[in-house]
Every structure is written in structure tokens, then in C-alpha cells.
């Protein structure tokens, strides 16, 4: 959470300009953006709001699309999930397949062992 929060503060350059960049915004109109996202709060400010936020299921709205961040995750949610559940039991197939070469052996070993000499 910490280097969520570090990750967006010390990124160079102003948020700012991706929301409102200077060629179509009046500075008066760029301060604006930077009220309703709280950008213009000291850091530790900032960062005790992301906090608050982050424990109440308020992750804030995209500077981009400006659409709450938690329902945009949660519209990627079963994408994300069917590639996770897949790559799951790709990875389970390969540790089988590749597995595979000692069970000749093994089964040798057992049927082996269960016949008297």
C-alpha cells in the first residue's frame, strides 16, 4: 500500500497534466482538477486520505477515465481471473508432463517389490 502510494508521488511529472493538459486548460481550470483529486493536500495528507480510503473501499476515481477506480477493477475481475485460472493449470499440465518420466520406474519399483525373490 505503501509503494502504491510512493509509486504515484515520486513518478515524475504533474498528474495534472495527464487530466488537464496545458493546451486546453486554464491554470484556473487545471487548479480545479487538482482540488477534486486532492493533489493539492501536502503528502502526508494525501497519503492518510489513500489510507482511509483504501480501508473503506474508496479507491478514488481515475485520473483518466474518471470513473471509481474499485468498479473499473471490478469489471476486469473475470477477465483476470479466467487468465489466472488458466495459466494455473497450463503450469499444472507442464508439472505433470514433465513429471511423468520417473512413473515407468516407480511402477516398476512397486510391482517389484510386492513379488517374493
Not at 496545458?22 to 493539492?40: A, P
Not at 502526508?44 to 468498479?71: K, N
Amino acid at each position: 500500500m505503501i509503494i502504491v502510494f510512493a509509486l504515484r508521488v515520486v513518478t515524475p511529472g504533474d498528474p495534472v497534466d495527464q487530466i488537464a493538459p496545458t493546451n486546453s486548460f486554464t491554470e484556473e481550470q487545471r487548479e480545479e482538477v487538482r482540488e477534486e483529486f486532492g493533489l493539492n493536500k501536502p503528502i502526508p495528507v494525501q497519503f492518510l486520505d489513500y489510507v482511509a480510503g483504501v480501508f473503506t473501499g474508496d479507491l478514488g476515481d481515475s485520473y483518466i477515465t474518471r470513473e471509481p477506480v474499485l468498479d473499473s477493477m471490478l469489471k476486469r475481475l473475470p477477465v483476470s481471473l479466467t487468465i489466472c485460472l488458466g495459466a494455473v493449470l497450463i503450469g499444472l499440465i507442464a508439472v505433470f508432463a514433465v513429471n511423468l518420466h520417473w512413473l515407468p520406474a516407480f511402477m516398476f519399483t512397486i510391482i517389484n517389490s510386492n513379488f517374493p525373490h
